[in-house]
């Protein structure tokens, strides 16, 4: 399968902004997701970014793609408490499978 | 919410017993696919199914069943239950396929059966 991977914590202040990294490994890689997982839920998606796309921007939330160095990032401005969650990056190769991270903790300190 | 739901939301299983777990997909959508996570670890794809047939599938033994009914709904079935089966399993749905419209497909998910094996 295909390698995706993730830092496994990050810790900000209430107001800073977040930067969740991810890197993945397959160069045929057609759509790229970021997921938000709170305690004992689902995932639910937060946004995503085609392959030939550079950034993506969506109210605080903006998505960085560098598809030469295959990395993606999330950024999360003005960081609230309830933004503390799992966050899972995941990639859909061309034959339409999902590969998921192993996930970022994020924690926000009040 | 996503209008993914399954069923049940826990479960309690001994080792050797099958289980049977629910998915009904969102309005409109015909693929379903099934992932395990496991505690602390991203989720990890099982099998999807596109139209009542399986579309894919990852690294999980024979025991590891599924289907999908003319309403779109699924099942997943794992017999012979082991401890390493303890997980929360996710379906998730979405519209694309075998031939997708790719600035549609994106996968949404249920809350996820909690299954324990003891």
């Known amino acids: 399968g295909e390698d995706v991977e993730q830092s496994l914590f990050l810790s900000v202040r209430e107001g800073d902004s977040s930067v969740i990294n991810c890197t993945y490994t397959?160069?045929?890689?057609?759509?790229l997701y970021w997921y938000k997982q709170e305690p004992g839920a689902g995932l639910q998606l937060l946004t995503y970014?085609?392959?030939?796309?550079d950034m993506k921007q969506d109210q605080r939330l903006t998505v960085l793609l560098n598809k030469k160095d295959k990395h993606l990032s999330l950024r999360i401005a003005d960081t609230q408490t309830g933004d503390s969650a799992i966050y899972f990056c995941?990639?859909?190769?061309?034959?339409?499978?999902?590969?998921f991270g192993t996930g970022t903790s994020l924690t926000v300190i009040p | 919410e996503t209008g993914v739901t399954q069923s049940p939301t826990h479960l309690i299983k001994t080792r050797g017993q099958q289980v049977t777990l629910r998915c009904s997909s969102q309005?409109?959508?015909?693929?379903v696919s099934w992932y395990q996570q496991a505690l602390g670890q991203g989720p990890q794809f099982i099998f999807q199914y596109y139209r009542e047939e399986e579309n894919g599938r990852g690294n999980f033994p024979p025991r590891f069943s599924g289907l999908q009914f003319p309403n779109y709904s699924s099942e997943l079935n794992v017999n012979a239950l082991e401890l390493d089966d303890s997980a929360l399993y996710l379906c998730?749905?979405?519209?694309?396929?075998?031939?997708?419209?790719?600035?549609?497909?994106?996968?949404?998910f249920g809350p996820g059966t909690r299954l324990t094996v003891l």
């Open positions: 998730a749905s979405s519209l694309g396929g075998s031939y997708i419209t790719l600035s549609t497909d994106t996968q949404y």
């Open positions: 970014i085609f392959s030939n796309m």
């Open positions: 397959d160069s045929s890689s057609t759509y």
């Open positions: 309005s409109g959508h015909n693929t």
């Open positions: 995941a990639e859909k190769d061309i034959g339409n499978q999902f590969y």
